[in-house]
């Protein structure tokens, strides 16, 4: 759908890093790409959390429009788990269940938010999948690409004759009549979860007509019918939470608070940090001095301990503030 920029700020802080992201230029006459980039920075603007990607402006110029979004030095949960698979390993259990709890209370935030009169924006995000949830190497988690999530700011139109979202995190409601709500996410978040942790997906199907067939025809098989060891606490909360009614289905909150009680006892202070690490460090390093950014990332990293030395987020970066595409990332 789009391209990513590595860009520096050029005034009030130089050298600070974020990323341009604007659609392909085959996309520019589509009145719906404007709408949706518009769209994600709205919702951006109305809803932070810890754990949601922050949107520092949004415009337009000469080569259409363009989002100006938070710089994480990291990788993608999907990317972690490949790691995982190449290595023959099984990613750290309490380190995906982690990062799992941190997507499903930014999910709760987004599910909860209201305008300023008070009125319920009714956001569903409508898009969480590994390849949509960034773990920085410090071993902070962002869920990001608002590109596709509904709400009342946008017509409700939208969504009615195309499929929005990947096939294989959306549940049977939205696939037979597009109903959307918030269980839709806790479901694509337990088939993150689900997928990470099997190191595969639950449906495999050569073609995208056998694979809808296959989810309308049944539930999401047992995690533990492909890892046997995995907890049964944890096999219950996400079969539960992958129920094919969605009134029976676990929601985001209840997800959440299944997956804290089990992390509770057993997680580690650094765990995430250190299975990024232990997968992908080498590489983030080189990846820093290949593209110039340590200086800047070692100054992200001592304004980060200021601002929580003082209790207070790390200062934003204005929208009208100059700066400059450095390199292409990857789309």
Same mark, same amino acid.
């Given at each position: =759908?789009?391209?990513?920029?590595?860009?520096?700020s050029?005034?009030?802080a130089?050298?600070r890093?974020?990323?341009?992201?604007?659609?392909?230029r085959? %996309?520019?006459r589509?009145?719906d790409?404007h709408r949706?980039?518009?769209h994600?920075?709205?919702?951006?603007s %109305?809803?932070?959390?810890p754990?949601? =990607?922050r949107?520092?402006?949004v415009?337009?110029?000469?080569d259409?429009?363009?989002l100006?979004?938070?710089?994480?030095?990291?990788?993608?949960?999907?990317d972690?788990a490949?790691?995982?698979?190449l290595r023959?390993?099984?990613?750290?259990?309490?380190?995906v269940? %982690?990062i799992g709890?941190?997507?499903l209370?930014?999910l709760?935030?987004?599910?909860?938010?209201?305008?300023?009169?008070g009125?319920?924006?009714?956001?569903i995000?409508?898009?969480?999948?590994? $390849?949509?949830?960034?773990v920085?190497?410090?071993?902070?988690?962002?869920?990001?690409?608002f590109?596709?999530?509904?709400?009342?700011?946008?017509?409700?139109?939208?969504d009615?004759?195309?499929?929005?979202?990947? %096939?294989?995190?959306?549940?049977?409601?939205? #696939?037979?009549e597009r109903r959307?709500?918030?269980?839709?996410?806790?479901?694509a978040t337990?088939?993150?979860?689900?997928?990470t942790?099997?190191?595969?997906p639950?449906?495999?199907?050569?073609?995208?007509?056998s694979?809808v067939?296959q989810v309308?025809?049944?539930?999401?098989?047992? #995690?533990?019918?492909v890892?046997?060891?995995?907890?049964?606490e944890i096999d $219950?909360?996400?079969?539960?939470?992958?129920?094919p009614d969605?009134?029976?289905?676990?929601?985001?909150?209840?997800?959440?608070?299944?997956?804290?009680?089990?992390?509770?006892?057993r997680?580690?202070?650094?765990?995430? $940090?250190r299975?990024v690490?232990?997968?992908?460090?080498?590489d983030l390093?080189?990846?820093a001095?290949?593209?110039?950014?340590e200086?800047a990332l070692?100054?992200m990293?001592?304004?980060?301990?200021?601002s =929580?030395?003082?209790?207070?987020?790390?200062?934003?970066?204005?929208?009208?503030?100059?700066h400059?595409?450095?390199?292409?990332?990857?789309?």
């Amino acid at each position: =759908m789009g391209a990513t920029y590595l860009a520096r700020s050029t005034a009030a802080a130089p050298g600070r890093l974020a990323v341009i992201k604007r659609p392909h230029r085959a %996309l520019l006459r589509d009145p719906d790409v404007h709408r949706r980039f518009h769209h994600e920075a709205a919702i951006a603007s %109305l809803v932070r959390h810890p754990h949601l =990607m922050r949107t520092f402006g949004v415009g337009e110029d000469g080569d259409g429009p363009y989002l100006l979004l938070e710089y994480v030095h990291g990788t993608t949960l999907e990317d972690l788990a490949d790691r995982s698979i190449l290595r023959s390993r099984r990613p750290d259990l309490c380190a995906v269940v %982690l990062i799992g709890v941190q997507c499903l209370s930014a999910l709760e935030a987004l599910h909860d938010a209201r305008d300023s009169d008070g009125v319920p924006l009714r956001i569903i995000h409508r898009d969480v999948s590994p $390849q949509n949830i960034l773990v920085s190497a410090r071993g902070d988690v962002r869920l990001g690409d608002f590109g596709v999530a509904k709400s009342r700011l946008q017509e409700a139109r939208t969504d009615q004759q195309t499929l929005l979202g990947k %096939l294989q995190y959306l549940p049977v409601e939205y #696939l037979k009549e597009r109903r959307v709500g918030p269980r839709l996410d806790s479901y694509a978040t337990a088939m993150t979860l689900w997928t990470t942790l099997a190191g595969r997906p639950p449906f495999v199907a050569r073609n995208e007509r056998s694979f809808v067939g296959q989810v309308l025809r049944g539930r999401v098989p047992a #995690l533990r019918s492909v890892w046997p060891e995995c907890p049964p606490e944890i096999d $219950q909360l996400l079969t539960a939470a992958t129920h094919p009614d969605w009134r029976e289905r676990l929601s985001p909150r209840e997800l959440r608070a299944g997956l804290a009680r089990w992390l509770e006892p057993r997680v580690e202070e650094g765990s995430i $940090q250190r299975f990024v690490e232990g997968l992908a460090g080498a590489d983030l390093r080189t990846r820093a001095a290949a593209w110039g950014i340590e200086d800047a990332l070692r100054a992200m990293e001592r304004s980060f301990e200021r601002s =929580m030395e003082q209790s207070a987020p790390p200062a934003s970066w204005s929208d009208d503030e100059p700066h400059t595409p450095d390199r292409s990332l990857e789309a």
